[in-house]
């Protein structure tokens, strides 16, 4: 459709003419992207430009114009924008009929139920405004005229920018400050599973607050890639726009895979990926522009006092100082560029010693440096030289200073030249919620936080390495922890390592998950548990590193998969593995209480025949980082072995509405008063109030009594909550999954269970159990975020380990129960 068409249409139809027109536009499949934005951006300025005129003429209002502003100024209206408007006039217009021609403007844009930002002003009340107002200052940037006098918003757009850069040492901080304010609330777009493509940082604010930078004449944003990003995110939103039906930036998780679609690509995790490379570029040109205002703003505010100091003849502009750094390697006005004398096209490992000095001196590499270098370094030899390798464990071992060296060299492609492989991670998203960052600088994470645990291990620069690559298995099919090793025993090859380091590093990569996922989910007091962990790490000096590895791993993965506790069961795991490689072989261990307090309990069970429980608040403890945390509330129960214990117990809890933590359940056996043998259950919960206060310990204690005799009928209690108040629908979770864990112990069998965490959820699996005529002797189970990750070592009512296909029996019933 012609614009000629579209102003002969809305004209002869008014309102129902537009939108019809508008509808046509936007089910256009094969018209997407950029060229529907900039039609519909025509369509509708040939609407308001048909309203406009008509209404001026019928109200005799001269010198008056019709201005787009903001996203519409811009030309970048998606399905669901706003009309950003301003109704610009000389003054000299009655007010009556300035009134109604914006009437005659506004009114048909409302009818039609779109969003309109609107004001009305003379050229000297939007210039006052906008020195007020940074956003309208903002906005009045991308002025552009749609119908009108054009000589009028020329001179308003002549003044504004005149005035945008005259103030541009005042209102660029201050624009910062915004920029800063607003990614501290909304969080870094290439990070969030449910990012905000307009506010988030990285997002399209970002991207037009370069835009004003650019207009100030202060600094301009690196151009590779920014307009790419942009038209990605705006695609991105096109779709969501059109696939929702509402004005949202959120992409929310169950609209992604509609919204990929929309887009031609293959599912949510492409979608995310896009948008994250997308994110990430707008991020580093971001970073790059304000550190050169800064610079150059930092260097006028000093030249007049260096022109008074000097008493007046500057001359020409003094060369900043450059301090060097390393071999061809300088610090210049606080940035890191090459000396003069360096040849990067001789020197290959220039780019990994560039990037290790600024990483140790906390300085960012100069953007023209890192483009310098993408365009004109000598490649590596495979493998790598010594010093390459060195170099790239300084760079790892540099702490925090480490993350904003390697994105500079991501940004430019360089990390991938050099770790062919790592484009695999590039920017892949993680679908678990514990996560807080996406593959590849979750890796990056880890390295900065095993830099601060270097000091614990004796190769150094293998926990280094092993901590960058312990997940780049991610992305392939199968365990990535298998697929992994693979790769890293590859990449450790190519960096240079020896056969005997490549294998330590392979076997660090392959069990990185092992002493938490077999010190939080296996009973430590069986000796096959420990045995199998030292004859996976085979040597103390691998288990030293691993220790360390598993540390990182879980600090740099989010608040939720580290803590005290952890840390304890994990330090307690590498103790007992550590005497068995160094020669003490354990043996099967006798029946022992874990504490006095535990004894003092389970004593009085056994004497009253009745549970006994005790509630304490646990002091706060330091955290593996050295920061102190809260342990929790620790609910401690004893109480005769019988049937019905464990749903009972964690129905209770569930009624009284505390969220279990973490639960460790043991049969435990005593000599009572005739001297036979007695057989006791002591569970140590802990546990934390969804709301409001903790219930008393007695109140408790009467209603586990008759949850165990029968009287409190807590399935029924907990199917009337649920159904009184049912959860809000959220994205759909996993199915849970329920496993017999191969080899897990030689006096039980262990079943796993992995299921989102939810009210009443011990309780289904405890009833499972029961169902199952299983006898649980050992219990433990952990909460990581939204996952509960739980291991029962169960036995048949003759306290022998379950045939295997009993076990697979038992396993189905509870994920059955489950489902």
């Given at each position: 459709?012609?614009?000629?068409?579209v102003?002969?249409e809305?004209?002869?139809?008014?309102?129902?003419?537009?939108?019809?027109?508008?509808?046509?536009?936007l089910?256009?499949?094969?018209?997407?992207g950029?060229?529907?934005?900039?039609?519909?951006?025509?369509?509708?300025?040939?609407?308001?430009?048909?309203?406009?005129?008509?209404?001026?003429?019928?109200?005799?209002?001269?010198?008056?114009?019709?201005?787009?502003?903001?996203?519409?100024?811009?030309?970048?209206?998606?399905?669901?924008?706003d009309?950003?408007?301003?109704?610009?006039?000389?003054?000299?217009?009655?007010?009556?009929?300035?009134?109604?021609?914006?009437?005659?403007?506004?009114?048909?844009?409302?009818?039609?139920?779109?969003?309109?930002?609107?004001?009305?002003?003379?050229p000297?009340?939007?210039?006052?405004?906008?020195?007020?107002?940074?956003?309208?200052?903002?906005?009045?940037l991308?002025?552009?005229?749609?119908?009108?006098?054009?000589?009028?918003?020329?001179?308003?757009?002549?003044?504004?920018?005149?005035?945008?850069?005259?103030?541009?040492?005042?209102?660029?901080?201050?624009l910062?400050?915004?920029?800063?304010?607003?990614?501290?609330?909304?969080?870094?777009?290439?990070?969030?599973?449910?990012?905000?493509?307009?506010?988030?940082?990285?997002?399209?604010?970002?991207?037009?607050?370069?835009?004003?930078?650019?207009?100030?004449?202060?600094?301009?944003?690196?151009?590779?890639g920014?307009?790419?990003?942009?038209?990605?995110?705006?695609?991105?939103?096109?779709?969501?726009h059109?696939?929702?039906?509402?004005?949202?930036?959120?992409?929310?998780?169950q609209?992604?895979?509609?919204?990929?679609?929309?887009?031609?690509?293959?599912?949510?995790?492409?979608?995310?990926?896009?948008?994250?490379?997308?994110?990430?570029?707008?991020?580093?040109?971001?970073?790059v522009?304000?550190?050169?205002?800064?610079?150059?703003?930092?260097?006028?505010?000093?030249?007049?006092?260096?022109?008074?100091?000097?008493?007046?003849?500057?001359?020409?502009k003094?060369?900043?100082?450059?301090?060097?750094?390393?071999?061809?390697?300088?610090?210049?006005?606080?940035?890191v560029?090459?000396?003069?004398?360096?040849?990067?096209?001789?020197?290959?490992?220039?780019?990994l010693?560039?990037?290790?000095?600024?990483?140790?001196?906390?300085?960012?590499?100069?953007?023209?440096?890192v483009?310098?270098?993408?365009?004109?370094?000598?490649?590596?030899?495979?493998?790598?030289?010594?010093?390459?390798?060195?170099?790239?464990?300084?760079?790892?071992?540099?702490?925090?200073?480490?993350?904003?060296?390697?994105?500079?060299?991501?940004?430019?492609?360089?990390?991938?030249?050099?770790?062919?492989?790592w484009?695999r991670?590039?920017?892949?998203?993680?679908?678990?919620?514990?996560?807080?960052?996406?593959?590849?600088r979750h890796?990056?994470?880890?390295?900065?936080?095993a830099?601060?645990?270097?000091?614990?291990?004796?190769?150094?620069?293998?926990?280094?390495?092993?901590?960058?690559?312990?997940?780049?298995?991610?992305?392939?099919?199968?365990?990535?922890?298998?697929?992994?090793?693979?790769?890293?025993?590859?990449?450790?090859?190519?960096?240079?390592?020896?056969?005997?380091?490549?294998?330590?590093?392979?076997?660090?990569?392959?069990?990185?998950?092992?002493?938490?996922?077999?010190?939080?989910?296996?009973?430590?007091?069986?000796?096959?548990?420990?045995?199998?962990?030292?004859?996976?790490?085979?040597?103390a000096s691998?288990?030293?590193l691993?220790?360390?590895?598993?540390?990182?791993?879980?600090?740099?993965?989010?608040?939720?998969?580290?803590?005290?506790?952890?840390?304890?069961?994990?330090?307690?795991l590498?103790?007992r593995?550590?005497?068995?490689?160094?020669?003490?072989?354990?043996?099967?261990?006798?029946?022992?209480?874990?504490?006095?307090e535990?004894e003092?309990l389970?004593?009085e069970?056994?004497?009253?025949?009745?549970?006994?429980?005790?509630?304490?608040?646990?002091?706060?403890?330091?955290?593996?980082?050295?920061?102190?945390?809260?342990?929790?509330?620790?609910?401690l129960?004893a109480?005769?072995?019988r049937?019905?214990?464990?749903?009972?117990?964690?129905?209770?809890?569930?009624?009284?509405?505390?969220?279990?933590?973490a639960?460790?359940?043991?049969?435990?056996?005593?000599?009572?008063?005739?001297?036979e043998?007695?057989?006791l259950?002591?569970?140590?919960?802990?546990v934390?109030?969804?709301?409001?206060?903790?219930?008393?310990?007695?109140?408790?204690r009467?209603?586990?009594?008759r949850?165990?005799?029968?009287?409190?009928?807590?399935?029924?209690?907990?199917?009337?909550?649920?159904?009184?108040?049912?959860?809000?629908?959220?994205v759909?979770?996993?199915?849970?999954?329920?496993?017999?864990?191969?080899?897990?112990?030689?006096?039980?069998?262990?079943?796993?269970v992995?299921?989102?965490?939810?009210?009443?959820?011990?309780?289904?699996?405890?009833?499972?159990l029961?169902?199952?005529?299983v006898?649980?002797?050992?219990?433990?189970?952990?909460?990581?975020?939204a996952?509960?990750?739980?291991?029962?070592?169960v036995?048949?009512?003759?306290?022998?380990?379950?045939?295997?296909?009993?076990?697979?029996?038992?396993?189905?019933?509870?994920?059955?129960a489950?489902?």
């Open positions: 459709m012609t614009s000629t068409e102003t002969t809305t004209e002869g139809s008014g309102p129902s003419g537009y939108a019809a027109a508008r509808l046509r536009l089910q256009q499949e094969a018209r997407s950029p060229p529907r934005r900039e039609a519909l951006a025509r369509l509708t300025d040939d609407w308001l430009t048909a309203l406009f005129t008509a209404a001026a003429t019928r109200t005799g209002v001269r010198g008056a114009a019709l201005v787009a502003v903001g996203g519409y100024g811009r030309g970048e209206l998606s399905p669901r924008s009309l950003d408007l301003l109704l610009l006039h000389d003054g000299s217009a009655d007010a009556a009929a300035l009134a109604a021609l914006a009437d005659a403007v506004w009114y048909p844009v409302w009818d039609l139920g779109l969003a309109l930002d609107h004001s009305v002003r003379t000297g009340e939007a210039r006052k405004t906008a020195g007020e107002d940074l956003k309208v200052q903002l906005g009045l991308d002025a552009r005229p749609v119908a009108g006098d054009l000589g009028l918003v020329a001179s308003l757009r002549t003044a504004i920018l005149a005035d945008w850069r005259n103030q541009a040492p005042k209102r660029l901080p201050a910062l400050e915004l920029c800063q304010e607003r990614a501290e609330r909304m969080g870094e777009l290439q990070f969030l599973l449910e990012p905000d493509l307009k506010e988030a940082r990285g997002g399209l604010r970002d991207a037009t607050a370069l835009r004003a930078v650019a207009a100030s004449w202060v600094a301009d944003a690196p151009r590779e920014l307009d790419r990003a942009r038209r990605t995110l705006l695609d991105a939103r096109d779709a969501l059109l696939t929702t039906g509402r004005a949202t930036d959120r992409l929310a998780l609209e992604q895979d509609q919204v990929a679609q929309a887009l031609g690509l293959l599912d949510a995790d492409t979608l995310l990926r896009q948008v994250y490379e997308a994110a990430r570029t707008v991020s580093y040109a971001t970073d522009t304000w550190r050169e205002v800064n610079r150059v703003l930092r260097a006028r505010s000093a030249r007049p006092r260096l022109r008074a100091l000097l008493g007046g003849g500057l001359g020409a003094p060369a900043p100082e450059r301090t060097p750094l390393a071999d061809g390697v300088v610090d210049a006005d606080g940035e560029v090459l000396a003069r004398a360096a040849r990067p096209e001789r020197d290959p490992v220039l780019t010693r560039a990037a290790a000095a600024a990483a140790e001196a906390g300085l960012p590499l100069s953007r023209h440096l483009r310098h270098l993408a365009t004109t370094a000598r490649p590596l030899p495979v493998p790598w030289p010594p010093e390459a390798r060195e170099e790239l464990v300084t760079l790892l071992g540099a702490g925090e200073a480490t993350v904003g060296v390697w994105e500079a060299l991501e940004a430019e492609g360089i990390i991938t030249r050099l770790l062919p492989d484009e991670v590039h920017c892949r998203p993680q679908r678990n919620p514990v996560h807080t960052w996406t593959v590849d890796l990056v994470e880890t390295a900065v936080r830099a601060s645990l270097t000091r614990r291990v004796h190769r150094p620069d293998l926990l280094l390495v092993a901590a960058l690559l312990h997940d780049i298995g991610k992305g392939w099919p199968g365990d990535h922890s298998v697929a992994g090793e693979v790769i890293a025993r590859d990449m450790a090859t190519r960096i240079g390592f020896d056969k005997h380091d490549v294998g330590v590093i392979a076997t660090l990569v392959r069990h990185h998950l092992l002493l938490v996922d077999t010190a939080t989910r296996r009973d430590l007091d069986d000796p096959a548990t420990v045995q199998s962990v030292a004859a996976a790490v085979s040597t691998t288990l030293e691993l220790h360390a590895l598993t540390e990182a791993d879980a600090l740099a993965t989010g608040p939720a998969a580290w803590s005290a506790w952890r840390a304890s069961l994990v330090a307690d590498v103790k593995v550590g005497a068995v490689l160094a020669g003490e072989f354990p043996e099967e261990p006798e029946e022992a209480l874990p504490s006095a535990h003092r389970t004593i069970a056994l004497r009253t025949g009745e549970p006994v429980l005790a509630l304490h608040t646990q002091p706060e403890e330091p955290a593996g980082d050295g920061e102190v945390e809260p342990v929790g509330v620790e609910l129960i109480l005769p072995d049937p019905g214990v464990l749903p009972a117990a964690a129905g209770v809890l569930a009624l009284h509405r505390l969220t279990v933590r639960a460790d359940l043991r049969a435990v056996e005593l000599p009572n008063e005739l001297g043998r007695a057989d259950l002591l569970l140590s919960w802990r934390a109030a969804e709301y409001g206060s903790l219930p008393h310990a007695a109140r408790l009467a209603d586990l009594v949850a165990l005799d029968g009287s409190l009928d807590i399935r029924a209690r907990l199917a009337e909550r649920e159904a009184a108040y049912p959860r809000r629908r959220g759909k979770a996993p199915p849970p999954r329920v496993t017999v864990a191969a080899a897990g112990s030689r006096r039980a069998t262990v079943i796993e992995r299921a989102q965490d939810a009210p009443g959820l011990l309780h289904r699996i405890g009833r499972a029961d169902g199952s005529a006898r649980v002797r050992s219990a433990h189970v952990s909460t990581l975020g996952n509960a990750v739980d291991a029962f070592y036995t048949g009512t003759d306290d022998e380990p379950l045939s295997p296909a009993r076990a697979a029996e038992v396993a189905r019933e509870v994920e059955k489950l489902g």
